[in-house]
């Protein structure tokens, strides 16, 4: 039975390690990636809300202030 070097014993399992990494490496990248798509995905649809968001809360201050007005005349 023909030997193998320890040369190329050493090859073969730290070239295994090294594929496994770069492997999990570009795997997590992806990963990344696309959560980071879905992140900004959510945040342009908050942005393109944001004017409507920003009307009702001027709305809502404005009833509140002429309450407040109204409480202080009847007081």
Same mark, same amino acid.
């Given at each position: 039975?023909?030997?193998?070097?320890?040369? &190329?014993?050493?090859? @073969?399992? =730290?070239?295994?390690?090294?594929?496994?990494? $770069?492997?999990? /490496? !570009?795997?997590?990248?992806?990963?990344?990636?696309?959560?980071?798509?879905? &992140?900004?995905?959510? @945040?342009? =649809?908050?942005?393109?809300?944001?004017?409507? $968001?920003?009307? /009702? !809360?001027?709305?809502?201050?404005?009833?509140?202030?002429?309450?407040?007005?109204?409480?202080?005349?009847?007081?």
């Amino acid at each position: 039975m023909p030997q193998i070097s320890p040369e &190329l014993t050493n090859l @073969l399992v =730290q070239g295994g390690f090294a594929a496994l990494f $770069i492997w999990l /490496l !570009l795997r997590t990248q992806a990963r990344q990636d696309m959560r980071e798509d879905r &992140l900004l995905a959510t @945040l342009d =649809q908050y942005a393109n809300k944001m004017p409507e $968001i920003v009307r /009702l !809360l001027d709305g809502i201050e404005k009833r509140l202030e002429k309450i407040e007005g109204e409480n202080k005349k009847s007081h």
